[in-house]
């Protein structure tokens, strides 16, 4: 086996999980990246209200989706990309709940994807006054970016995860996961329905 995933980032309209409306994906093959890809994504009705700190943060605005596929047109090619790996993410459960909620949303089957999640590893790896993508990245040897660009956050991500592996020799995911006491997120599975408050 070798060091292969796919590094993943979503942007989002507003605090919904469910309103992805930009992915990056990085695939790493052999501890190198071999192909990367990004694109905007109409975020699911009801979940599509952008909301201006977001705006602010990823300079992506309501027009600029309009005409993009929504998210059942573009799991297909999402899934695709990323195949059977692991997903590797900067805080790992954000980007892992937007496909858990998107596909709720629209009604899709939620893909079983295992994750790694670069900010924990970064944690055991760096010493580090802050564990912020840019900083980690830093540390990892990859340079300034364009921060809340969903490749670029992936790219950095992906560097993290490559770096970390070289320090610890870790030939695999798995590996570098056992190799600094974390663990891989469970395979998804569709988000549990919320709770029904019994009548008084």
């Known amino acids: 086996m070798a060091l292969d995933f796919t590094a993943i980032d979503f942007e ?27 694109w905007l994504i109409r975020p699911p009705a009801g979940h599509d209200a952008f909301q201006e700190w977001n705006v602010r943060i990823h300079g992506i605005e309501a027009h600029e989706v309009a005409d ?45 994807y295992q994750s790694l999640c670069s900010l924990n590893v970064a944690r055991k790896v760096y010493d580090l006054d802050s564990y912020k993508l840019p900083v980690a990245a830093a540390a990892a040897g990859f340079g300034a970016f364009p921060h809340h660009d969903a490749l670029a956050d992936a790219r950095a991500c992906a560097q993290i995860v490559i770096d970390a592996a070289t320090r610890t020799g870790s030939g ?14 469970d395979p998804l599975a569709p988000a549990a329905p919320a709770k029904v408050r019994a009548a008084a």
């Open 12 to 38: 989002t309209a507003n605090s919904s999980p469910a309103s992805a409306c930009a992915v990056g994906l990085v695939r790493v093959r052999d501890g190198i990246v071999v192909a990367q890809t990004g």
């Open 68 to 112: 993009a596929d929504g998210w059942s047109e573009q799991l297909d090619r999402l899934c695709a990309f990323a195949g059977a790996d692991v997903l590797v993410a900067h805080n790992a459960g954000f980007d892992l709940n937007v496909i858990r909620r998107a596909c709720e949303a629209t009604g899709d089957e939620c893909p079983p």
């Open 172 to 185: 695999t995911v798995q590996q570098l996961a056992d190799a600094i006491g974390v663990r891989l997120g």
